[in-house]
């Protein structure tokens, strides 16, 4: 069974860093690119950033290119997201979401993970 | 980025209803629809891919519909465990925007 836990969210200050994580089992890991996707309090579902599953593919949306950073570990079937200089409007449950592929297209989210909560305040 | 426009906003019914959600693409995204179910608190759920493929375990009283730019989610019967915020989701291109969400409650 694909299981997917999200760790590092928390209270940061405008302006400031943090590091999320997602420890994947229950898959091959290498296998799949993987997402993660943010929900602020009360609102809709919005996609962030994405990456291959060699690393070598990043994709990243308009709101959060150039602040946040997505890596991933295939030894340890880890995904991250560094996030830098932090925004109100970056206050938002964040999830990772494992991609499945057919006839090419690797962008369906099929499995996610429970969340984690980042707040954005000072 | 491709838009998508989710209809209604919230919609109010009873156990026992059909129920159908529509979703436009502002471009043809051609059959690279999902639709998701999220509870309150709680992780989205896949229900349907490629626009009318169910996962497997969903309930057959789900399916979906369309191609280009028009979708429907289609609920047979309503059930008390459906109530609950749908998306639909393109994944024709990179953008994989959602759309804003539909809250089917009890009516």
């Known amino acids: 069974e694909v299981q997917l836990v999200e760790s590092g969210g928390g209270l940061v200050q405008p302006g400031g860093s943090l590091r999320l994580s997602c420890a994947a089992s229950?898959?091959?890991?290498?296998?799949?690119?993987m997402n993660w996707v943010r929900q602020a309090p009360g609102k809709g579902l919005e996609w962030v950033s994405s990456i291959s599953g060699s690393g070598d593919y990043t994709y990243y949306a308009d709101s959060v290119k150039g602040r946040f950073t997505i890596s991933r570990d295939n030894s340890r079937n880890t995904l991250s997201l560094q996030m830098n200089s932090l925004r109100a409007e970056d206050t938002a449950v964040y999830y990772c979401a494992k991609a499945d592929c057919d006839s090419g297209v690797c962008r369906l989210m099929d499995y996610w993970g429970q969340g984690t909560l980042v707040t954005v305040s000072s | 980025d491709i838009q998508m426009t989710q209809a209604p906003s919230t919609l109010s019914a009873s156990v026992g209803d059909r129920v159908t959600i529509t979703c436009r693409a502002s471009q043809s995204i051609n059959i690279w629809l999902a639709w998701f179910q999220q509870k309150p608190g709680k992780a989205p759920k896949l229900l349907i891919q490629?626009?009318?493929s169910l996962q497997r375990g969903v309930p057959s009283r789900f399916s979906g519909s369309g191609s280009g730019t028009e979708f429907t989610l289609t609920i047979s019967s309503l059930q008390p465990d459906d109530f609950a915020t749908y998306y639909c989701?393109?994944?024709?291109?990179?953008?994989?925007?959602f759309g804003q969400g539909t809250n089917v409650e009890i009516k």
């Open positions: 490629k626009a009318s």
């Open positions: 989701q393109q994944y024709s291109d990179d953008s994989r925007t």
């Open positions: 229950g898959l091959s890991f290498i296998s799949h690119a």
